[in-house]
């Protein structure tokens, strides 16, 4: 195996044990993204020349650390601290960050080495990257697809073996839904399990940091290194953060399993039958299976596109061409600067957003859609919080399909949408949850989504393990015709 196919854990132990070095491991990440992005185009920035560096003191001094050495990336909406951080839009194009996220602060806390910045929907907006101001990333399994979005540039680098970690976002499905489509394992923490200081905000009240990975292992090594407590989000959760990497075990016998009759009436035939197929796997494991009901997922979406727009036309007013990014010069007055601005820095589907949040947001509208929207979302949680009585986990199919072609939904975007129906309500709700391969239909990967209650990541790790352990789909990689 050459060291870029290599997991978290393995380059890991190749360090340790001094098969290879740190500037060995770089090069062949770095050669790999040579020889494949330019078909792929999963990265917008490469960090070469500081990670060669960086790994070359390493190599001279190690420092210690649960990743030390090891390259990483993260999505370009993770602020940088010196390199350029544009949530792959024209109005942050030339932004460099003062600062490191919070979570990139703890990789380089446990010695980690940044290695780049990934493309991703304009601000995290969409799902197929598309919506990206400079290019759309490919899926490595049939380029002409979409790998899935908006974190779609990290799952598609992580299935392409040009890098063993990335993280990501995700505030409707960012880290599972791409996940799913490149047949990687994408992480979603518990919201307020991990800090989103220094993650430029799409929907406060949704996103949360994620990770994508190339097995369930590396999830939970990565997972424990940055979740906590962060006295500079003031919505991170002061728990403790249990060792998920030592304490996970494939011993899953009497855990209850519900999968939601809703979810599978709404799967294509086969993504259902793929994710069926893996519930047999875990009745043989000695878990109990049935099936449960979430009966207010049909509004999941609609409420979603009403809150998450309301929410990033907030967030959204800080980019007014002063204070960052693309700025207006011909402007005469403020009012033409703010707006010349805005106009020429965001792309049509943030403005869509915009527009559609400040309506659902405005004096008469507010109580018919943005309150209405808030209900729903309580009927949501309701739904989970009721299942959770009796069972230990969810599991359905982590989307309705499996990849798109590029183009194919540029004029209906509610199919675009739709491929979010199974992700969205768990941010809702705020719950954990892990896209896991399950399969492949057509050539392209399948994903199962397995759903916890809050703060149970351990219990979410531990079942997607043992799947993991019993099953090989993970190890299963697309073929770039350059291997
Ligand atoms: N695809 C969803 C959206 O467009 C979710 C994106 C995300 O999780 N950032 O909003």
Redesign the pocket.
């Known amino acids: 195996m050459e060291l870029y196919e290599l997991t978290l854990q393995q380059l890991i132990k190749e360090l340790e044990s001094k098969r290879t070095n740190a500037q060995a491991i770089m090069t062949a990440v770095m050669g790999r993204i040579n020889e494949v992005d330019g078909k792929v185009q999963a990265f917008l920035t490469l960090n070469q020349t500081a990670a060669m560096e960086k790994a070359a003191e390493f190599d001279r001094q190690p420092w210690p650390g649960v990743i030390a050495g090891i390259p990483f990336a993260v999505k370009d909406n993770y602020c940088t601290r010196g390199v350029k951080t544009t949530c792959a839009s024209k109005m942050l194009e030339d932004f460099i960050p003062p600062y490191d996220a919070a979570v990139v602060e703890k990789l380089h806390g446990a010695g980690g080495i940044l290695a780049g910045k990934l493309n ?2 304009e601000f ?4 197929s990257t598309e ?1 990206s101001a400079f290019f759309p990333s490919h899926n490595p399994w049939d380029l002409e697809r979409v790998p899935g ?3 779609g540039g990290a799952a598609a680098a992580v299935a392409a073996d040009e890098i063993p970690l990335a993280l990501v ?7 599972r ?1 791409p996940a799913s489509y490149c047949g990687v394992v994408g992480l979603k923490p518990t919201y307020g399990r991990v800090s989103r200081r220094g993650i430029v905000a ?2 406060s009240s ?2 949360q940091a994620g990770i994508i990975s190339k097995d369930v292992a590396d999830a939970a090594l990565v997972l424990g290194i940055i979740a906590g407590h962060d006295p500079r989000d003031s919505t991170s959760e002061k728990k403790e953060v249990p060792d998920y990497s030592t304490v996970l075990t494939t011993d899953i016998k009497g855990l209850k399993i519900g999968y939601p009759r809703e979810y599978f009436q709404q799967a294509e035939g086969n993504v259902g039958t793929a994710v069926k197929k893996a519930l047999l796997e875990f009745e043989k494991m000695g878990a109990i299976v049935e099936e449960v009901s979430l009966p207010h997922s049909e509004y999941a979406l609609p409420a ?2 009403i809150i ?1 727009p309301a929410e ?1 036309s907030s967030n959204m007013g800080r980019f007014d061409g002063i204070r960052y990014g693309q700025r207006d010069n011909s402007a005469e007055n403020v009012a033409e600067l703010i707006s010349g601005s805005r106009q020429r820095g965001f792309g049509p ?1 943030v403005k869509r ?1 915009i527009i559609l949040g400040t309506y659902v947001l405005s004096s008469g509208k507010y109580e018919k859609y943005y309150l209405q929207a808030l209900k729903v979302r309580r009927l949501i949680r309701d739904d989970f919080t009721g299942v959770f009585n009796d069972y230990d986990v969810i599991i359905a199919p982590t989307t309705p399909n499996t990849a798109f072609k590029i183009g194919e939904n540029a004029s209906d975007l509610i199919t ?2 739709r ?2 129906i199974f ?2 309500p768990v ?1 809702m709700a705020g719950l954990p949850a892990i896209s896991v391969p399950c399969g492949l239909v057509g050539g392209l990967p399948v994903g199962m989504q397995i759903i916890a209650k809050p703060f149970a990541e351990t219990t979410l790790l531990n079942t997607a393990y043992a799947f993991e352990q019993a099953t090989d789909h993970h190890q299963l990689k697309p073929d770039l015709g350059v291997r």
Do not use: F, H, I, K
Request: charged share 15%.
């Open positions: 991703m929907d995290a907006m969409g799902c919506t979005g908006s974190s976002s995700d505030t409707g499905g960012s880290a839904q799409y929907a949704l996103d979603y596109y998450g990033a589907e957003r675009s949408y491929s979010d992700t969205v941010n």
